[in-house]
């Protein structure tokens, strides 16, 4: 099992990391993990943790900004913030991952259906909790595994698809989870958090009769402004997006007068779907401190001693 000691064991890197996020500014391609870390692909080395919490710290930070109470920015800091230094975070990221996968009230598992699916991820539990008791699991038992999930799961539904596809692509020992499969696993518990209750909320006719509007606006912008011009041509380009972006402004107001019962649905439905990212958000931070809290810790150094 590896080793990590975070920021190096010296306060002064993690004073840097900080300083680094706090300076930057954050955005789909500028994550906070490749902020705090000074680039991309350099979070374990920055940090001196495991990589697979770089998905996890961003996957959280942005949710955080559905909740409306506090920035990306803010949550990302806060939880660098709390890595101790010399802490070693090893094994955060399997007790983290077993929780999105089979915390009674967040996992992903309490979502799959009664029958071939709710068996797999029975199965996914029985070998995890043997991984974390310390037994062995030999790697023919995952590959077994993977192999009858998939020929012997008729998901049928769209919702028992992902599900399948999710279970079989992360099944998997903890330890050997890797940044895709966290990503999943992140942004899978997520997804089916925030889906609760749609129902009442948000119809799939509802979904059409807003698709069908959305369409037919976005064909009368072509028609208006012509084909969007290439990336390459940059100045062209922003002229566009600036164009086509007053143009949806004023389509949606006047949606909103035309399709008022359509919109007061949706934005009912976006309320509570903000509600449920964030309470999802609260009980994942409060999980992933308290493992932090737990990591054992090493000796701390100032500046002019040697790491040991």
């Known amino acids: 099992m590896n080793v990590w000691t975070s920021f190096a064991a010296d306060p002064e890197q993690k004073a840097r990391c900080l300083s680094r996020l706090r300076e930057a500014q954050l955005g789909p391609d500028n994550q906070p993990s490749a902020c705090a870390a000074g680039g991309k692909h350099r979070f374990s080395e920055e940090l001196g943790v495991p990589e697979t919490l770089a998905v996890v710290i961003d996957v959280l930070c942005w949710l955080r900004q559905s909740e409306g109470k506090a920035s990306a920015r803010e949550q990302a800091i806060a939880l660098i913030e709390a890595i101790p230094v010399g802490a070693d975070l090893g094994t955060v990221p399997d007790n983290y991952g077993y929780w999105l996968l089979h915390d009674p009230q967040w996992g992903i598992a309490r979502y799959c259906p009664m029958g071939p699916l709710q068996a797999l991820s029975a199965r996914i539990k029985e070998l995890h909790d ?68 749609k129902a009442e909320y948000w119809t799939d006719s509802e979904q059409r009769q807003l698709d069908d509007l959305y369409d037919a606006f976005r064909l009368g912008v072509e028609q208006t402004l012509g084909p969007r011009p290439s990336a390459q041509q940059t100045a062209e380009s922003s002229a566009w997006i600036k164009q086509e972006q007053a143009l949806d402004a004023a389509w949606e107001k006047r949606m909103r007068r035309q399709q008022r019962r359509l919109w007061r649905r949706w934005d009912a439905w976006g309320a509570k779907q903000a509600s449920l990212y964030a309470a999802f958000n609260g009980a994942a931070i409060d999980f992933l401190l308290s493992q932090i809290k737990l990591a054992p810790r090493r000796n701390v150094v100032g500046p002019s001693r040697e790491l040991h």
């Open 130 to 197: 043997k991984e974390l008791a310390g037994l062995t699991v030999e790697a023919s038992e995952w590959q077994a595994l993977k192999h009858e999930a998939g020929a012997g799961t008729d998901a049928g539904e769209v919702d028992s698809q992902y599900l399948e596809n999710l279970l079989v692509s992360i099944a998997t020992p903890l330890s050997g989870i890797d940044t895709e499969q966290m990503g999943k696993l992140c942004g899978g518990a997520a997804y089916l958090a925030g889906e609760q209750s």
